[in-house]
């Protein structure tokens, strides 16, 4: 049957090998399906064949032989479709430009043989590069002989890494994705995907499938929709309060003549009292003297304009049968859209970044996607309420089960530490409110920060009453113990409720007292050095990147003396969420914080009430019986408080660090004892979980031993009766550490997420100004590169070239130049951009310098040794010892590599005291 009005694009990839003796299956194809377009490889052809042999009278065949025996290509198309072929220099390479249905697409085939030099797919990528521009509908199809390449992470493998990676910068260079993902050729030892299917970020819908073809390989079968556009609501009116024309004389009259009868209350009115007195008064000042405005939520791009908007309703309303007229109109619009779109991107888009930059990082990241439906079982749940009691239901299920209090009292000598009273200060509240960010969440007071910034000073009176009153008497509003939560995606299947992560959203106004509370309580606690010192989590000067500078360290350390590092890596499940808050408090006294601080703290913690928000609707209330809020300001301090004596009983050499809840566990390992004694640490550390009523995800948790010696050390780690699982690699704190301590792994998984992420910001900012592309360069893909880089840092050039092939693709797209006859080292300099192996060195030396001039938590003295015989030899007086190597892992890690580098600088930049002197200074000297 002719589908001469089918509403999609009908494509089959087919690798034939040997079309003349397929006539009768190919021509029962044809008919069958009655696809549009036939891509065919290894068509076996030669010039005495005549076309009309091949094909039925209703196709015709675009072609190209191999002069030998073997090889051609060629493209079948249907006769009802308007095609035009274009010239190529590329051997085996045909491409036609196709009309269907109002849509134009660039389809290609390719047969590429399996030794094919790279000159294949340069010239390749030279025929893309004069033909496809931004909005351009490729089809890109045929049999590439690439079968070890990775499509989806971007890697190349195998024996023939070149092509594979000139291929995957092609792809990358003109915003293809291939969509073929099982093997088109199987055979009895072996399974590769060879035939692809290329296709454009403008092909945003498509079926793929791959069937059984003609020949030894499978055929795609490929369709994308050509779907007629209906009409849709542009944009969507809401009603917001314009604080912009707010009568402020009148709100500011209003707070000061309420605030002596707020007064009064104080001296009789519990915390509860005080808290609706102010809310009733901010709701007043709301209503009465804060104007509103329709605000509209755009469903559209953002450089549709009225004039477009204004067009397509006429064309809409217009007569069919004025075919002139109508053309005039379809015309217009096409030039008011072009027009509309290049000032976005070249003048709108642009400015954004200088004057709102906010918009500009909404624009480039979108809008989140919401949460529509979920499973529970077998059973689809789309209803909001329904869904929103779901997940309340689902993270109420993981608080631990509220527990008598029957812990010992800390005694006289836990609590004997003075410790000075909590301060609340009138400028210190207004301080804090004037750093509100008015873009943010309210909580369930529904107070919006703009109001709270905007009448700071006055509301800081109120607030600081308020505060004061809730200290003495520990006593909290109860607004201020319920929080609305909002499910956050984490990863897997966005159907399944325990792929979301709680974050909860609670008053300001209480968040702002969390801030002085937590302020104070760290200062104590950090003054007299009560943290666990391997505790990096949520402490200022120190981070993810000194953790991991100071694990390497100790593995690297220990392998170039010739020792095996034993490491298990423990998963909590659910740690926030299942503290006990009797356990918390009892720890909060032993810590000798003083009652009033404690007392606050268990009423904060007590008759807590959450309810869940999905799409606008509210679940019911339910208790919370554990946990510290997350996404509250004391939470993590919280927290850090409640582990913080895991490690009392672990015995050296076993160390543990920590950051948050990430934990390792790790020791030098010479024989079978160590092994035991580490098992026994490991015990140790189960049985404190037990205590605690910490929960260990076995299934999560493992172990790996570091070695770069033949004969491994192996011995299997348990807890209790669970064996855990053994790993060649492991990912902490973001960086993937292997067992030789190799960075292959992990240089491989950097690259694949920049990849990602800098094709996204391609598709979205592909016809933006040069500014905006390299801001976005800046912001998204770059930190990937770059994060704990100085952990990491690589010192065999194929993985430098690696990273520094991506920043090439990426000046390549910032100043859209793709011809093999352009410079990159001239574009990056034309860009400001740094070689990244430049910027991983001044990276070294910046946290260096923090750390010798002890603006880290971390002492200097556990690593730096001074020199104590000084030579005339050496280059300054703040010269530290090195460090000897015996293998490159050591060599290159970051105390040892960055000593050498901290040696040979000059004086007078190794003098100066400020970090961003030091920075810019180090700038200058290696850009000369």
Aim: one cysteine or more; charged letters at 25%; hydrophobic letters at 40%.
């Amino acid at each position: 049957t002719d589908r001469n009005d089918s509403p999609e694009l009908n494509v089959i990839n087919l690798n034939a090998r040997s079309v003349v003796n397929k006539i009768d299956t190919l021509e029962f194809l044809l008919i069958a399906q009655s696809p549009h377009v036939v891509a065919i490889t290894e068509t076996w052809l030669s010039s005495d064949i005549a076309s009309d042999c091949i094909v039925p009278p209703n196709y015709k065949l675009i072609r190209r032989d191999r002069t030998t025996r073997g090889g051609g290509v060629a493209i079948a198309l249907r006769n009802d479709i308007n095609c035009v072929e274009l010239e190529c220099e590329c051997n085996e390479t045909v491409w036609c430009r196709i009309s269907y249905c109002n849509r134009v697409f660039l389809i290609g085939v390719v047969y590429r043989p399996p030794n094919a030099p790279i000159d294949f797919l340069e010239c390749l990528n030279d025929f893309l590069c004069k033909h496809v521009k931004s909005d351009t509908r490729v089809i890109l199809t045929g049999d590439f002989n690439l079968p070890h390449v990775d499509w989806d992470l971007m890697v190349a493998g195998g024996v023939d890494i070149p092509n594979g990676e000139k291929m995957l910068e092609i792809m990358f260079n003109h915003n293809l994705t291939q969509i073929v993902k099982d093997c088109t050729r199987i055979t009895d030892r072996s399974q590769s995907l060879l035939d692809l299917v290329f296709i454009s970020d403008s092909i945003s819908e498509y079926e793929v499938s791959v069937n059984e073809g003609i020949s030894d390989h499978k055929m795609v079968v490929f369709s994308t929709p050509l779907p007629r556009h209906g009409p849709c609501r542009a944009s969507m009116p809401i009603t917001v309060k314009d604080f912009a024309r707010a009568d402020d004389t009148s709100i500011l009259d209003y707070l000061e003549t309420s605030l002596e009868a707020f007064e009064q209350l104080s001296t009789t009115g519990t915390v509860d009292d005080l808290w609706n007195f102010l809310k009733t008064t901010i709701y007043f000042c709301i209503d009465h003297y804060v104007p509103s405005k329709i605000k509209y939520v755009h469903r559209t791009n953002p450089w549709i304009t009225r004039e477009i908007i204004h067009l397509k309703r006429r064309i809409r309303r217009h007569r069919k049968n004025n075919k002139q007229s109508m053309n005039a109109l379809k015309s217009s619009l096409k030039t008011a859209l072009r027009e509309a779109k290049e000032s976005f991107f070249s003048v709108t888009l642009h400015n954004f970044i200088k004057t709102a930059p906010e918009k500009f990082w909404r624009f480039l990241k979108g809008r989140k996607e919401p949460i529509e439906q979920i499973v529970d079982g077998d059973i689809i749940i789309t209803d909001n309420l329904e869904m929103a009691g779901h997940f309340n239901r689902f993270f109420q299920s993981v608080f631990s089960a509220h527990e008598p209090h029957v812990m010992r009292e800390a005694s006289s000598d836990d609590t004997e530490i003075s410790t000075p009273g909590v301060v609340i200060t009138l400028p210190g509240i207004f301080a804090k409110l004037l750093s509100l960010d008015t873009k943010k969440s309210t909580g369930p007071d529904k107070i919006p920060n703009a109001f709270l910034k905007r009448y700071a000073e006055w509301l800081s009176y109120y607030l600081k009453i308020i505060f004061d009153t809730s200290l003495q008497t520990h006593t909290l509003p109860q607004e201020w113990l319920s929080a609305r939560v909002v499910p956050v995606f984490k990863d897997g299947s966005r159907l399944r409720v325990d792929n979301y992560r709680p974050i909860s959203l609670t008053s300001v106004c209480c968040k702002v007292m969390e801030h002085i509370i937590s302020k104070h309580i760290f200062t104590f606690l950090e003054d007299r050095g009560m943290f666990y010192p391997h505790q990096h989590g949520f402490r200022c000067g120190l981070s993810t990147v000194t953790q991991l500078v100071e694990t390497f360290h100790d593995f690297s350390f220990a392998v170039n003396n010739k020792q095996q590092v034993d490491v298990i890596c423990i998963d909590f499940s659910k740690a926030f969420d299942r503290i006990p808050h009797g356990k918390l408090i009892w720890k909060l006294k032993a810590l000798g914080l003083g009652s009033i601080i404690i007392n606050w703290i268990e009423a904060y913690l007590s008759n807590r009430s959450q309810r869940v928000e999905i799409n606008g609707s509210l679940s019911a209330p339910l208790p919370v019986s554990s946990g510290v809020p997350q996404g509250s300001v004391l939470g993590p301090l919280l927290f850090l408080i409640y582990i913080n004596d895991i490690a009392t009983y672990i015995q050296a050499p076993t160390k543990l660090k920590l950051f948050a809840d990430d934990c390792l566990l790790y020791a030098p390992v010479n024989n079978s004892v160590d092994q035991l004694n580490l098992n026994r640490n490991l015990e140790i550390l189960r049985q404190w979980c037990d205590d605690w009523k910490m929960q260990i995800n076995f299934r999560k948790s493992a172990y790996m031993h570091i070695t770069n010696k033949r004969k491994v050390l192996k011995f299997s780690y348990n807890m209790g009766d669970v064996n855990l699982n053994n790993v060649d690699s492991f990912k902490y704190l973001g960086v993937t550490i292997s067992n030789d301590l190799q960075w292959r792994a992990h240089i491989e998984n950097v690259c694949s997420s920049a990849y990602r992420s800098l094709g996204f910001i391609r598709r979205k900012l592909k016809d933006a100004t040069r500014d905006a592309k390299l801001t976005a360069y800046k912001t998204m893909v770059r930190p990937i590169l770059e994060y704990a880089s100085v952990v990491w840092s690589p010192n065999k050039k194929v993985d430098k070239e690696k990273l520094e092939k991506i920043q090439r693709l990426a000046v390549r797209f910032i100043l859209s130049r793709y011809k093999r006859t352009d410079s990159v080292t001239r574009m990056l300099h034309e860009c400001g951009l740094q070689p990244l192996e430049t910027r991983r060195k001044i990276a070294r030396l910046k946290l260096f310098f923090s750390l010798y001039n002890g603006q880290l938590k971390i002492d200097p003295a556990l690593y730096l040794k001074e020199v104590h015989k000084r030579s005339r030899r050496l280059n300054h007086t703040k010269t530290v010892q090195p460090y000897s190597s015996r293998i490159d892992v050591f060599k290159y890690s970051f105390f040892a590599q960055t000593i050498e580098e901290w040696n040979s600088l000059p004086e007078c930049v190794i003098n100066l005291l400020d970090a961003s002197h030091f920075e810019s200074s180090l700038e200058e000297l290696f850009s000369n």
